[in-house]
């Protein structure tokens, strides 16, 4: 649809940015944390770092929220560490724990940042793992448990809460994340996903009991499905997968049922999980006020030709995708690559939000949105990541053209403040506005430098994304400057 006249962003809109805590705190087993199954992951690919000091956040906060109240956000979307809280994911409460997250709060208050809070970021209690992890359900009521000292410590400050960051791709690329055990069977896995969604409906019950005027909803990494051509067993694949990837962590989310295509596939495929009595209706009590989702691009799939036929894609999140007689990944030629194999789709972007929003009509916060790409330091010590700023000026645009088309979305967080350690590339894959001088195994002195997409973001800001033009110039202050 091609509009005459584009409607401006709410006045209100939260322009923000993300991180998660493992990726950027480090201090992995200061102040009484307990280990994650983060922190117990035993391989990471070759050549990258793991996340014992990642940005040193936790020690460095209060830089890095001036710089982000420099930069102009109105909205920082964080991870709390489940184990910096509660270290053996049960029992007895870090007092330390609470006191950073306190400090953390307190400080973006102090700059006006609106703190969005994601409860449980891929950091499963290893303790909790240790005995049966989410098969076990009374994980279930850890989890049920840790979000109450969270409404009751952080509930009068924090109005956005976010229950559980992509459980989707939890689920289906765990082993590529580095937090699934190897001997567990897709069977198995729904079982643990059924009993994140009863986590997740019990958390946001509770979160209306005890915090009526704050706002809760789930956080999956949503990625529209094309069909790799008009051919109808394509059309099919695509419906399969978006089923599968998409609709079915927002259906049980927003309605309290599973969707009925990936209800078939779960059957067809021997994974359906066992539904214990009175699930269903505590999936019904869930009712999210908002629906917040990360999106980097769409994926593309075709129908599989046969047994041995079903894997396919590129990338380094979803590496190869595919299902037997379900769909089968590939790529979609008409959308160009990030250095790492993400593809790049804008436009998928809008044609995303308006399906979410069409399907759920509840308000869209974006969570994740980012280039992740290998940042260097020129002469004059500036970090000029014109490629960043391109891709963010495309995807701010569509987000504009979705709102003219009647998507309600109140706020965009890009991925990510701060540079951060990649799960899957280390801390070459960088993502961030500020540039975090390390290497992969020589932490030098961990120094911020602004890149240049900081002070373009900061001029998107102030003009409310009117202004999305590159900057004119780039001079860093000396003081900040590496030479």
Same mark, same amino acid.
């Given at each position: ?118 409860? $449980? ?6 303790? #909790?793992? =240790?005995? +049966?992890?989410?098969?076990?359900? !009374?994980?279930? *009521? ?115 049922? $599973? ?6 596939? #779960?059957? =067809?495929? +021997?994974?359906?999980?066992?539904? !214990?009595?009175? *699930? ?113 000026k495309q995807h701010i645009e569509q987000m504009q053209l979705a709102i003219t088309d009647g998507v309600d979305i109140f706020g965009y967080c890009p991925w990510s403040a701060i540079d951060l350690v ?62």
């Amino acid at each position: 649809m091609k509009h005459t006249q584009l409607k401006p962003f709410p006045k209100d809109f939260l322009w923000g940015a993300s991180t998660s805590a493992y990726q950027v705190e480090g201090a992995w087993n200061e102040d009484g944390k307990g280990p994650s199954v983060i922190d117990m992951r035993e391989k990471y690919p070759e050549g990258t770092t793991d996340y014992k000091v990642a940005s040193d956040h936790y020690h460095r906060y209060q830089e890095d929220i001036a710089l982000m109240a420099e930069m102009g956000i109105k909205a920082y979307r964080f991870s709390v560490a489940w184990t910096r809280i509660i270290p053996n994911g049960t029992g007895e409460v870090n007092p330390k724990g609470i006191e950073f997250y306190n400090h953390l709060i307190n400080e973006l208050i102090k700059y006006k940042i609106e703190p969005i809070v994601t409860m $449980y970021h891929f950091d499963l209690p290893y303790a #909790l793992q =240790e005995r +049966g992890g989410w098969s076990n359900r !009374k994980t279930i *009521d850890a989890f049920v448990d840790y979000a109450k000292v969270l409404f009751e410590n952080y509930g009068d400050r924090v109005k956005y809460w976010l229950t559980i960051n992509e459980q989707n791709m939890m689920i289906m690329h765990g082993k590529a994340i580095g937090i699934l055990d190897p001997n567990l069977g897709e069977r198995e896995l729904y079982q643990q996903n059924h009993h994140m969604f009863v986590a997740q409906a019990k958390v946001m019950d509770l979160c209306h009991q005890m915090l009526p005027e704050a706002l809760i909803g789930p956080a999956p990494n949503i990625s529209y499905v094309y069909p790799a051509t008009s051919n109808p067993e394509d059309v099919l694949a695509a419906q399969n997968f978006n089923a599968i990837r998409n609709w079915l962590y927002l259906d049980v989310a927003v309605y309290g049922y $599973y969707n009925a295509t990936a209800w078939s596939f #779960l059957e =067809e495929k +021997g994974y359906a999980p066992t539904i !214990k009595d009175g *699930d269903r209706e505590i999936l019904k009590k869930a009712n999210p006020d908002f629906i917040a989702f990360n999106y980097y691009a769409t994926k593309t799939v075709e129908a599989p030709a046969g047994e041995g036929d079903e894997k396919g894609g590129s990338g380094d999140q979803e590496i190869v995708i595919g299902e037997a007689g379900v769909y089968k990944g590939t790529s979609n030629p008409n959308l160009p690559t990030t250095d790492f194999g993400w593809q790049i789709d804008p436009v998928g972007f809008r044609i995303t939000l308006r399906e979410v929003y069409e399907r759920y009509r509840l308000p869209i916060i974006i969570t994740e949105n980012g280039l992740g790409a290998i940042d260097k330091i020129e002469e004059d010590g500036t970090i000029r990541d014109v490629y960043r700023i391109s891709y963010l000026k495309q995807h701010i645009e569509q987000m504009q053209l979705a709102i003219t088309d009647g998507v309600d979305i109140f706020g965009y967080c890009p991925w990510s403040a701060i540079d951060l350690v990649s799960t899957h590339s280390g801390i070459k894959k960088r993502y961030g506005f500020i540039f975090v001088d390390r290497e992969e195994f020589d932490l030098k002195e961990l120094r911020r430098i602004p890149k240049q997409s900081f002070y373009w973001y900061n001029k998107v800001i102030r003009s409310n994304g009117e202004d999305l033009s590159e900057l004119t110039e780039y001079v860093l202050p000396e003081s900040k400057r590496i030479m």
